[in-house]
């Protein structure tokens, strides 16, 4: 003899799998957008020490534009093709100050999304200033 279902649970079949083809792709989605964040801040640490190595270089006594640009490069050349893509560095120096700008796009784990990276430092230019006080 089959064994028959109470009359209240026949309304039931098929509710968890209706449940999970809704909540997975959910669930996973918010699992994609975790890393996507995740791999956009390592993309701005990336360019933030970059940046800063640059600016050290560029606002040193004798330092220029070109020593600026050359130690960002060096220093994302070493990090390899990580997060940080599509990478603009923009250095100037006047007489009082330095600046280093990075910018570019984090890598893109969830398809169509390219978010944005910018940092930018700026600090006075070093310069040697003898002592006026200074006795003869």
Do not use: K
Not at 14 to 26: D, N, R
Not at 52 to 59: V, Y
Not at 109 to 132: C, I, K, M, Y
């Amino acid at each position: 003899m089959p064994v028959t279902q109470p009359r209240h649970l026949r309304g039931d079949r098929g509710a968890v799998t209706t449940e999970t083809v809704i909540v997975m792709p959910l669930l996973l989605t918010l699992v994609m957008l975790l890393a996507q964040a995740t791999v956009w801040w390592h993309a701005v640490h990336i360019a933030q020490t970059a940046t800063a190595h640059a600016l050290a270089a560029t606002r040193v006594d004798d330092g220029t534009t070109t020593d600026g640009r050359h130690e960002a490069e060096h220093l994302l050349d070493q990090l390899g093709p990580g997060p940080l893509r599509d990478v603009r560095i923009t250095v100037t120096r006047t007489a009082d100050r330095a600046d280093v700008r990075i910018t570019g796009t984090a890598a893109s784990v969830v398809p169509f999304l390219h978010l944005p990276v910018d940092t930018h430092v700026s600090g006075p230019v070093e310069r040697f200033r003898p002592n006026a006080q200074a006795a003869p």
